[in-house]
């Protein structure tokens, strides 16, 4: 079965900061991915990735499959970066995703 | 708005009592799965449709619950008899599946969730 692990649980940060989430894997996946979620509920993706590296705007991610592991950057964060992210792994025929525990992030003024 | 839609929102219900949630796809989607997240987790795998098959189960599906995606479009998940473990955001999310052109993994789109808590 395969484990997800997340780390930091909790993060609080500066405007402006630079911010590091990383994720950790157990077997070998399909893809990882990268989700946030805002109070409430709803989750949206933010990245798939297979390999290498992936960017969007102020946020980049990156796999190495070797190790099994993944990081999720925000650079100049801000506070309406202040959210839960998630890492998820899919495999499977039905590609389902296995989520880690997310990261409370708050991003202060 | 053509993402992915749940409904209800929130449902509040006695133990024991039946409910069902509906969540409607993103139209094209024809692989349909559904989650649970408790407070504080991330969200765990129930079950996966691809069209009108059920093609997977997870084993936090007891008896209790049933899903159902009859014509391959939009998805219901029953619960009986329902517990106060029960109590939970449910997700479903939608994505492509494999194509001609397109590889196995696609992104999947979730809706906002039906947050049940049993009294």
């Known amino acids: 079965k395969n484990e997800v692990e997340q780390s930091p649980q909790n993060l609080t940060a500066q405007e402006g900061e630079f911010i590091t989430i990383n994720c950790s894997y157990s077997?070998?996946?399909?893809?990882l991915h990268w989700l946030q979620q805002h109070p409430g509920g709803g989750i949206v993706s933010l990245f798939m990735?297979?390999?290498g590296k992936k960017k969007h705007g102020r946020l980049i991610a990156t796999i190495n499959i070797q190790e099994k592991h993944s990081s999720l950057h925000i650079t100049a964060s801000h506070p309406r970066d202040s959210a839960v992210y998630i890492c998820?792994?899919?495999?499977?025929?039905?590609?389902?995703?296995?989520f880690g525990s997310g990261t409370q992030l708050t991003v202060l003024p | 708005d053509t993402g992915v839609s749940q409904d209800p929102r929130h449902k509040i219900t006695k133990r024991g009592q039946n409910v069902t949630f509906r969540c409607d796809p993103i139209?094209?989607?024809?692989?349909l799965y559904w989650y649970r997240q408790t407070l504080g987790q991330g969200p765990e795998f129930l079950t996966y449709?691809?069209?009108?098959?059920?093609?997977?189960k997870s084993r936090l599906l007891s008896d209790r619950f049933s899903a159902e995606r009859p014509k391959g479009s939009f998805s219901t998940l029953e619960i009986q008899r329902t517990e106060q473990g029960d109590s939970a955001m449910y997700l479903c999310?939608?994505?492509?599946?494999?194509?001609?052109?397109?590889?196995?993994?696609?992104?999947?789109?979730f809706g906002d969730g039906t947050r049940l808590s049993i009294l």
């Open positions: 998820a792994t899919s495999s499977g025929s039905a590609r389902q995703l296995t």
């Open positions: 449709f691809q069209n009108e098959a059920q093609l997977e």
């Open positions: 139209s094209e989607h024809n692989r």
């Open positions: 990735l297979s390999s």
């Open positions: 999310a939608s994505s492509l599946g494999a194509g001609p052109n397109r590889l196995g993994n696609q992104p999947q789109h």
């Open positions: 077997v070998g996946i399909s893809a």
